[in-house]
T-cell receptor
């Protein structure tokens, strides 16, 4: 199956700094990618939809100025956590879909990034 | 946001036993996807389903797309210790966007 690569897998940063997470689709082009946040023992919570060449679409309650998303090419989306605080510590996961004309056929996830803000 | 009703929440079984879990919704889905997630990793796609009634296998795993298009189940036969993990269902709503709706997960523990 298709591969989505996410980097870094783990990052520790100081409060107030910014952290960039990359998500790459390695063998297919993705006009749309998705960013999720996962709390311990919980399901995935969609944060935003990353759209190639245009602005990201954020879910309700997600601060767009805090979580900056850039999707500059068909294979790369980045999530930047700006001015990070300890409460931003979490597991962040990206995904990309393969689809036909009518529906999503497969959705592949990156390996996830464990962010710890100290 | 909308979520699928996934059950059971957790299962404790003996190695060699069969396992069944399911997801239901009041909405109709175009696609059902089943994932396994290990600690500290992203979800890995196990099976994808596209047609009502479709029954698909992947090794010891079998999943079905419900006839009503509102539910799906995943079976694991002859469980082994490496089956331990959290299993999620996900679906794309009929007429909806590309966004997926997720179940809350089933945590599987297999005792050797």
């Amino acid at each position: 199956g298709a591969v989505v690569s996410q980097h870094p897998s783990r990052v520790i940063c100081k409060s107030g700094t910014s952290v960039k997470i990359e998500c790459r689709s390695l063998d297919f082009q993705a006009t749309t990618m998705f960013w999720y946040r996962q709390f311990p023992k919980k399901s995935l919570m969609l944060m935003a939809t990353s759209n190639e060449g245009s602005k990201a679409t954020y879910e309700q309650g997600v601060e767009k100025d805090k979580f900056l998303i850039n999707h500059a090419s068909l294979t790369l989306s980045t999530l930047t956590v700006t001015s990070a605080h300890p409460e931003d510590s979490s597991f962040y996961i990206c995904s990309a879909h393969e689809k036909d004309r009518f529906r999503v056929t497969e959705a592949f996830f990156g390996q996830g990034t464990r962010l710890t803000v100290v | 946001g909308q979520q699928l009703n996934q059950s059971p929440q957790s299962m404790f079984i003996q190695e060699g036993e069969d396992v069944s879990m399911n997801c239901t919704s009041s909405s109709i889905f175009n696609t059902w996807l089943w994932y396994k997630q290990d600690p500290g990793e992203g979800p890995v796609l196990l099976i994808a389903l596209y047609k009502a009634g479709e029954l698909t296998s992947n090794g010891r795993l079998t999943a079905q797309f419900g006839i009503t298009r509102k539910d799906s189940f995943l079976n694991i036969s002859a469980s082994i210790p490496s089956d331990v993990g959290i299993y999620f269902c996900a679906g794309q709503l009929k007429g909806g966007s590309e966004k997926l709706v997720f179940g809350k997960g089933t945590k599987l523990t297999v005792n050797p």
